[in-house]
C-alpha cells in the first residue's frame, strides 16, 4: 500500500542545494545591481539600471514626482548622503556587535545545558538504548543527542545572527542610494529599494535551507538508519535560530523605539521641526534603529519560523512512514517546498524589476501587493508539483501513538491552507493598517478631539482587527489536522512561509524606504524629492504589517506542530484540561504575554525617558542648534539607545528562556503542556492586536501628513491639533507594533521548540515537586 515517490533519492540530493545556491547567486546579482547606484561624488549617482533616457517629465500621469530629473548633478548632495549612510551603518554595526557579544555569551551557556540536560537523560551512557517509538529497535545513545543537539542549536544561533547581519549591512547600503535615485524618479527609487530587500530575503531563505540541508546530511553520517535520533537532534537548529531572534527582536524593538519617541516627542510635538530634521540629535539613532529593529530583527524572526516549522515537520515525519521505510525523497518534503519557494519567489522578483514598472506613485502600494498574489498563486501550482513527485501516493504519518493513513492530494491541501491563509492575514493586516481604507481613515477623524478619542479609536481597531485572521489560523489548523494530524499543522506552517523571500523583500524595503526619506531631510534636498521617498515609505509601513502579520500568523502554527511534536516526544497520550496540573499551566501561560509585554513596554518608556531629557537638553544648551548654525550631538543619543537596549533585553529574554526549564523540571510535562498551551492562545491575540493597533496610529499620522485628500486637508497641517493628537498616538503605538506585538510570536515559538528539545529530560526527571509531595 505504501509506495516510495516518484522523485529518485539521488535528484533530491542534488535538487534542494542547487535551489538554495541559486537563490544565494540571485540576491548577489541584485546587490550587483544597487552596487550600480555611485556614492562617490565624482560619478554622482550614475547606474546602469538609470540610464535610459527619461520623458522630459512628461508621462502618461501628469505625475511630476516620477521622471522628471532634479539635481543629479549636484555633487555636495552625494557627498552629504554618503557621510550620513556611513554613520547610519557605523551606528548600526557597532550595536549588533555590542549585541551579539552579550548574545554569544547565553550561546555559550546554553548550549552547556542543552548537553548536560539531555546527556544526563541516560546518565551519560555510551551505550545503544531502545528506540522511543519502537522499543524492539535499537537507537543512538541519548549522550550523541545531547551533542549533536547542541551542535545543531550552535548553527540555528550563527545563521539567525549572520542572516540579521547581513540584512542590517544591505539595507545600510541601499539607503542612501535609493535616497539619490529619487532625484531621477520615483520608479527608480523604488526599484534600488526593492532590489535590496530581495537582496536580504533571498540570501536568508537560501541559507536556511543550505545550512539545514548541510547539517542532516552530516548527522546523517554518524547517526545511519536511526533517524528517530537523527531529526530529534535537528530540532536544536530550530531552537538556535529562534533564541538569537529573541535577543534580536527584543533588543533591536527597544533601541528604535527609544530613538523614535524621543525624537518625535522633542522634536515634532514641542519644537515643532519636521520628522528626520538634522536638527534633531535623536535623528541618526531613529534611523540607525530602522536597521537594528525592522530588519535585523525581523531577518531574525522570520529565520527562527522557518528553523522550527522546517524541524517540526522533519520530528513528526522521521517516525510516520517516511522515517520507517527509510524514504528520503519524502522525509525531505519541508525541504523540497522550501526550494520550490526560492524559485517562485525569483521569478515574482524578477516581475517587479524587470517587467512592471512604476509609473505613479498610486502603483507603488499595488506592485508591492501584487508580488504577494503573484507569489502565492505561482506557489500553489508548485506545491501540488512537489506534493506529486515528492510523495508516495499513500503513506502513513503518526498521530498520538498510532498511524493515520495520508494521500499526496491530502499533504498538497495541508500546505496550501497554510499558504492562502498566509495572504489572508497578510490582507487583512493591510486593510486595518492602510490610510487608503476606512478604519485608518477613522482614527484619523478621531483626532479632531485630541489624543485620548485617537488613542480609543485605534485600540477598538486593533482589537477588532484579531477576528478575521484568527479564524484563518483555525481554519487552517482544523483542515491541515483533520488531513494529516501535527504533521499537516507543521507543512500548513511551511506553506505560510514558503515565500519567505518575496515576503521578506517587501518588509525590508519599509524601513530602507524610511532611512532614505532621513537622509533626504538630512541632506537638505528639495521638498520634491522628500515627497517621493514619503510616497515610497508610506507603502513600506503598510507592507511592514503585512510582514508582521505573516510572522504571527506563521509563528501559531508552528508552534502548534511543535507542541503536536513536544507532546508525542514526551509520552502524553492526552492533554485533559480538567486535570489540575494542565488548568494552572494554562492560567500561567495565558499570563506570560502580558509579563513579557509589560517588561518590554516598560523598557521602551524608561528608554525613550532619558531619550527625551537628552534631547531636550541639548535644545536648551547648545547655542544655534534651531537657528542650523551649530550640530547636536548624535554620538550621546546612539549610546542611550544602546546602552538601554544592551539591558534591557536580558529580563525578557531570561524569562522566555528559563520558563520551560522551570516548569517542565518542577512541575512536569502536563503542567508545561498547559503553559505552552496557554501562551499560544493568549500570546497570538495579543500580538495582532498590538501590531495592528501600532500600525494604525503611525499610517493615520502619515494620512494627515501628506493631505492627500479633501478631508485629511482638513485635519491638517502639520503641526495643527489633530496632527499633534496624532503624533501621540503614533508616539504610544511604537512600543506596540515595533518592540512587544512582533517579539510576542518569537515567545509563543520558542517555547515551544525549547520544550521539544529538551522534552527527554523532562519525560525521565520532569515533575520533581510533585514527585515529593505525592
Request: aromatic share 10%; charged share 15%.
Amino acid at each position: 500500500m505504501i509506495g516510495k515517490a516518484l522523485l529518485p533519492e539521488l535528484w533530491t540530493e542534488i535538487l534542494v542545494p542547487v535551489c538554495a545556491v541559486v537563490g544565494i547567486a540571485f540576491s548577489l546579482f541584485q546587490w550587483y545591481i544597487v552596487s550600480c547606484v555611485k556614492l562617490t561624488a565624482d560619478g554622482g549617482a550614475s547606474s546602469s539600471s538609470s540610464s535610459v533616457t527619461e520623458e522630459d517629465g512628461k508621462n502618461v500621469n501628469g505625475d511630476y514626482l516620477i521622471e522628471e530629473e532634479e539635481g543629479v548633478n549636484d555633487q555636495s548632495v552625494v557627498a552629504k548622503c554618503a557621510e550620513i549612510q556611513t554613520a547610519i551603518s557605523e551606528g548600526a554595526t557597532s550595536f549588533l556587535f555590542t549585541e551579539y557579544k552579550y548574545v554569544g555569551v547565553f550561546m555559550v551557556l546554553f548550549a552547556a545545558i542543552i548537553f548536560l540536560f539531555l546527556g544526563s537523560v541516560q546518565g551519560f551512557s555510551t551505550k545503544s538504548q531502545p528506540c522511543t517509538y519502537d522499543k524492539t529497535t535499537t537507537c543512538k545513545p541519548a549522550l550523541a543527542t545531547a551533542l549533536f543537539s547542541t551542535i545543531s542549536f550552535v548553527l540555528g544561533a550563527v545563521t539567525s545572527v549572520l542572516s540579521g547581519f547581513l540584512g542590517m549591512k544591505i539595507a545600510t547600503y541601499a539607503n542612501a542610494r535609493t535616497t539619490l535615485e529619487a532625484r531621477r524618479g520615483v520608479g527608480k527609487a523604488f526599484i534600488v529599494a526593492f532590489r535590496s530587500g530581495a537582496v536580504m530575503g533571498f540570501l536568508l531563505a537560501a541559507n536556511g535551507l543550505l545550512v539545514l540541508y548541510i547539517t542532516i546530511n552530516l548527522f546523517k553520517i554518524y547517526y545511519g538508519d536511526d533517524w528517530e535520533g537523527l531529526f530529534e537532534s535537528i530540532t536544536g537548529y530550530g531552537l538556535g535560530g529562534s533564541s538569537m531572534a529573541l535577543f534580536g527582536r527584543v533588543g533591536g524593538g527597544i533601541y528604535t523605539k527609544a530613538a523614535d519617541v524621543g525624537a518625535d516627542l522633542v522634536g515634532k510635538v514641542e519644537r515643532n521641526i519636521p520628522e528626520d530634521d538634522p536638527r534633531n540629535p535623536a535623528v541618526i539613532a531613529d534611523n540607525v534603529g530602522d536597521n537594528v529593529g525592522d530588519i535585523a530583527g525581523m531577518g531574525s524572526d522570520l529565520f527562527g519560523s522557518y528553523a522550527e516549522s522546517s524541524c517540526a515537520a522533519l520530528v513528526v515525519a522521521s517516525i510516520s512512514s517516511f522515517g520507517i521505510n527509510h524514504d528520503f525523497t519524502a522525509m525531505l518534503f519541508p525541504l523540497l517546498i522550501s526550494s520550490v519557494g526560492i524559485l517562485v519567489c525569483l521569478i515574482t522578483t524578477l516581475y517587479a524589476t524587470d517587467i512592471s514598472e512604476i509609473k505613479a506613485v498610486k502603483e507603488i502600494e499595488p506592485a508591492l501587493k501584487n508580488q504577494l498574489i503573484i507569489s502565492t498563486v505561482i506557489m500553489t501550482v508548485g506545491i501540488a508539483l512537489v506534493s506529486w513527485i515528492g510523495l508516495p501516493s499513500s503513506f502513513t504519518i503518526y498521530n498520538f501513538g498510532t498511524q493515520k493513513v495520508v494521500k499526496n492530494w491530502e499533504l498538497f491541501l495541508c500546505v496550501a491552507v497554510g499558504l492562502w491563509a498566509g495572504l489572508i492575514i497578510g490582507f487583512v493586516t493591510e486593510y486595518y493598517t492602510s490610510n487608503a481604507y476606512s478604519p485608518v481613515q477613522d482614527v484619523a477623524d478621531s483626532c479632531r478631539t485630541g489624543a485620548a478619542t485617537n488613542v480609543i479609536f485605534g485600540l477598538a481597531l486593533g482589537y477588532k482587527s484579531v477576528i478575521i485572521p484568527i479564524f484563518a489560523i483555525a481554519v487552517s489548523i482544523f483542515v491541515s489536522f483533520s488531513f494529516a494530524a501535527m504533521y499537516g499543522v507543521a507543512v500548513a506552517a511551511l506553506g505560510m512561509l514558503s515565500t519567505i523571500a518575496t515576503g521578506l523583500a517587501i518588509d525590508a524595503y519599509g524601513p530602507i524606504s524610511d532611512n532614505a526619506g532621513g537622509i533626504a531631510e538630512m541632506a537638505g534636498m528639495s521638498h520634491r524629492i522628500r515627497e517621493r521617498t514619503d510616497a515610497l515609505d508610506a507603502a513600506g509601513n503598510t507592507t511592514a504589517a503585512i510582514g508582521k502579520g505573516f510572522a504571527i500568523g506563521s509563528a501559531a502554527l508552528v508552534s502548534l506542530a511543535l507542541f503536536g511534536a513536544f507532546v508525542s516526544r514526551a509520552g502524553i497520550q492526552t492533554v485533559d484540561v480538567l486535570t489540575p496540573k494542565v488548568v494552572i499551566g494554562l492560567l500561567v501561560g495565558a499570563m506570560l504575554p502580558y509579563w513579557f509585554s509589560a517588561m518590554t513596554m516598560k523598557s521602551v518608556g524608561s528608554a525613550a525617558l532619558k531619550m527625551v531629557e537628552e534631547v531636550r537638553r541639548q535644545f536648551n544648551t547648545i547655542p544655534g542648534l534651531m537657528e542650523g548654525t551649530a550640530k547636536p550631538d548624535y554620538a550621546t543619543c546612539v549610546k542611550i539607545s544602546t546602552d538601554a537596549s544592551i539591558k534591557e533585553m536580558i529580563p525578557p529574554g531570561c524569562l522566555v528562556m528559563l520558563t520551560p526549564l522551570i516548569v517542565g523540571f518542577f512541575f512536569g510535562v502536563e503542567t508545561l503542556s498547559g503553559v505552552l498551551a496557554g501562551s499560544l492562545i493568549s500570546g497570538v491575540q495579543i500580538a495582532i492586536s498590538a501590531s495592528n493597533t501600532g500600525g494604525a496610529w503611525d499610517n493615520a499620522k502619515k494620512y494627515i501628513e501628506a493631505g492627500a485628500s479633501e478631508h485629511a486637508r482638513s485635519l491638517g497641517p502639520k503641526g495643527s491639533e489633530p496632527h499633534k493628537a496624532a503624533v501621540i498616538g503614533d508616539t504610544i503605538g511604537d512600543p506596540l507594533k515595533d518592540t512587544s506585538g512582533p517579539s510576542l510570536n518569537i515567545l509563543i515559538k520558542l517555547m515551544a521548540v525549547e520544550s521539544l528539545v529538551f522534552a527527554p529530560f523532562f519525560a525521565t526527571h520532569g515533575g520533581f515537586l510533585f514527585r515529593i509531595f505525592s
